[in-house]
């Protein structure tokens, strides 16, 4: 595509573009620790009075947005939590977001439907649902996750792992799959029953979650739970391997690619640390000099990379793609941003 038919289909050139894999900036936004549900295994609900949250209009969010727009073009929200949906104004606020970004929600679904379709049209939006049995039953659930998913926004749904709920895996997984639906299994950061998990994962356990996370149709989600589990769970033949998660001085590209809004809208490269702060922080959301790194920074984090889709230079590139492929927009199309990142790295 010539430059010129290019820059009509784009609109707008961004300031800062993305040239490198997966072309298109990742923001994951825990926008409040704050939830209307109580799960008894929930490690994030107690993390709310850690921070202070920040609350803003949708009329302040659309001029940072746009600013985030005229720096990046259009770039990828995942929001999280917490709940986001009981943020104030929140599907007003999404609504104002979908003009130029795209979005995916990790929810419990409890919002109201009527409501929701009301104020939030499809494009570029997708839905990350994650069930909690002890607050929801599970027909009552994936009747409203159907809806969406059939209505236009895609969705899936995240189970935690958590021991007592393992067994009612395969039919869960199966409900979905039968409709095409992807079944995602997270698996379990926290304490039960005395023991520390994922570590205290025995070995039937362990066999149950590594057969759930490869015996799907679709090979990307076999993939991404594989990834997922193999990085959260330590396999016994991986322990010698252990060093090869601690990325310091490496080359990454978060910070750049990809970046952490936590709810005070503090933006660090990545989840290390405490509040994220290890990885470096880059500033403040609203902030109108607010940028995020220009290129690849070393890592300056001397335990465990806690992210399995890390963007370390030099390792797995070819996979960014598929691994953070997201929602297209509507209108700014990641293809027209991969094309551009041709012409401009032509240039150089
Ligand atoms: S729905 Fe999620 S955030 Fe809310 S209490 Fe349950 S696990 Fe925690
Ligand atoms: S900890 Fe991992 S994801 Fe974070 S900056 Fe270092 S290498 Fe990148």
Redesign the pocket.
């Known amino acids: 595509m010539k430059l010129e038919e290019l820059k009509q289909k784009m609109k707008v050139l961004p300031k800062h573009p993305r040239i490198y894999p997966p072309y298109k900036v990742h923001w994951n936004w825990d926008i409040s620790f704050k939830c209307n549900y109580k799960c008894s295994y929930c490690e994030v609900v107690r993390r709310d009075e850690e921070f202070n949250t920040q609350i803003a209009d949708t009329d302040k969010w659309r001029e940072v947005w746009n600013r985030i727009f005229d720096n990046y073009w259009c770039t990828h929200i995942r929001f999280s939590g917490g709940e986001p949906t009981i943020y104030p104004n929140f599907l007003k606020f999404l609504g104002m977001l979908l003009e130029k970004h795209t979005v995916d929600i990790t929810t419990n679904l409890s919002f109201d439907l009527n409501d929701f379709i009301d104020k939030v049209k499809p494009g570029g939006l997708s839905i990350s649902a994650s069930f909690h049995p002890e607050f929801v039953d599970f027909e009552t659930f994936f009747e409203k996750l159907k809806y969406l998913h059939f209505h236009g926004f895609p969705s899936t749904l995240s189970y935690v792992g958590y021991p007592p709920h393992l067994e009612k895996i395969p039919e869960y997984k199966k409900r979905l799959e039968d409709l095409q639906m992807y079944f995602k299994i997270i698996p379990f950061i926290g304490n039960y029953n005395g023991k520390k998990y994922p570590e205290s994962y025995d070995a039937r356990e362990k066999r149950l979650l590594e057969g759930f996370a490869t015996d799907s149709k679709d090979q990307h989600l076999n993939d991404m739970n594989s990834k997922w589990l193999e990085w959260r769970v330590e396999k016994e033949e991986n322990q010698q391997k252990k060093e090869s998660k601690i ?2 001085g ?1 080359l ?4 750049q690619m ?1 970046a952490i809004i936590h709810p005070d809208l503090e933006v660090t ?4 640390g405490y509040h994220g702060r ?3 922080i880059l500033g403040n959301l609203l902030d109108e000099n607010f940028l995020l790194n220009d290129d690849a ?1 070393s ?3 001397s335990r465990d ?3 399995f889709k ?3 230079v030099g390792e797995d590139e070819d996979k960014w793609e598929p691994l953070w492929e997201a929602l297209d927009h509507p209108v700014y199309k990641l293809e027209y941003m991969r094309e551009y990142a041709k012409i401009l790295k032509g240039k150089k």
């Open positions: 990325k310091l490496k990454c590209r978060m910070g990809y490269r990545c989840c290390a290890e990885s470096g920074e890592c300056s984090v990379c806690p992210c890390g963007m370390f």
